[in-house]
């Protein structure tokens, strides 16, 4: 059993917290919950599902990528915010949440793990993630499969460079807005989780490959390896992730 406010701290300091900006929203300790922790539950977002199960196993904390509150999202106790809260201070759970840190740290980020399983090398930073090398170029195609293989489900994919892949920008969720700095970066393929409509026009002017792997399969290995940080500094904690099923 270990402190709540000994593993907040040790995320924080951990991630750089007050050194990233965030414009979306607070990052750490968003819900209060029992001073002392021997479970905690990992999850990509707040969902009722995640935190229900989250419950029913008898975690006293919860970490996740996506919290419960946002810039200009709900600021009233109610609907599905109502139930969310309800679960976690029935059973005094506490929720932290980290965001563009858990994006942008180069060790346990989602993107240094996207990054480690695709076999990347030379990681340098841009914007909330990275531009890596493959070891040695390959075709589009074998890149798809390369991401499938070790991410998920591919949501869409498009060869617009026109030449085989070999340095990559590398954004989780929902990046696509990042694509001119990561052509300026000299990427001739951007790896990120989801798109709106005008990006493809975007990225097919800009002559950028891309890869859209999934907001929630792009932004599961930052939560997890997080996860593996704690359990390995206070060992008398256990931690589990939940997955949960998000196609987008």
């Not at 499969?145 to 954004?171: C, N, Q, R, T, Y």
């Not at 700095?181 to 990225?203: P, S």
Request: proline share 2%; with cysteine; aromatic share 8%.
């Amino acid at each position: 059993m270990s402190e709540r406010d000994d593993i907040f701290h040790f995320c924080m300091e951990l991630l750089n917290v007050h050194e990233v900006d965030d414009a979306w929203c607070e990052n750490g300790l968003q819900v209060e919950g029992a001073e002392n922790v021997k479970k905690i539950a990992l999850g990509v977002s707040a969902s009722a599902k995640f935190l229900q199960d989250a419950s029913d196993w008898g975690a006293e904390m919860c970490i996740v990528h996506h919290g419960l509150f946002w810039g200009k999202g709900e600021t009233k106790i109610v609907g599905i915010l109502k139930k969310r809260l309800q679960i976690l201070l029935s059973k005094n759970i506490s929720l932290l949440n980290f965001h563009i840190p858990l994006d942008a740290h180069a060790e346990v980020g989602n993107n240094a793990g996207l990054i480690e399983v695709l076999h990347l090398k030379n990681q340098k930073p841009v914007n909330c993630g990275f531009i890596a090398e493959l070891e040695k170029p390959m075709s589009f195609g074998a890149f798809v499969d390369l991401v499938e293989e070790k991410i998920g489900k591919v949501l869409l994919a498009e060869h617009f460079s026109g030449v085989p892949v070999k340095k990559v920008g590398v954004i989780s969720g929902g990046a696509a807005d990042f694509a001119i700095e990561v052509k300026a970066e000299g990427a001739d393929t951007f790896l990120f989780g989801e798109m709106n409509e005008h990006h493809y026009h975007d990225l097919k002017e800009m002559e950028l490959s891309f890869v859209a792997a999934g907001h929630y399969a792009t932004e599961k290995l930052g939560v997890q390896r997080l996860g593996k940080r704690i359990a390995e500094h206070f060992s008398d904690v256990e931690v589990k992730f939940f997955e949960e099923n998000c196609p987008i």
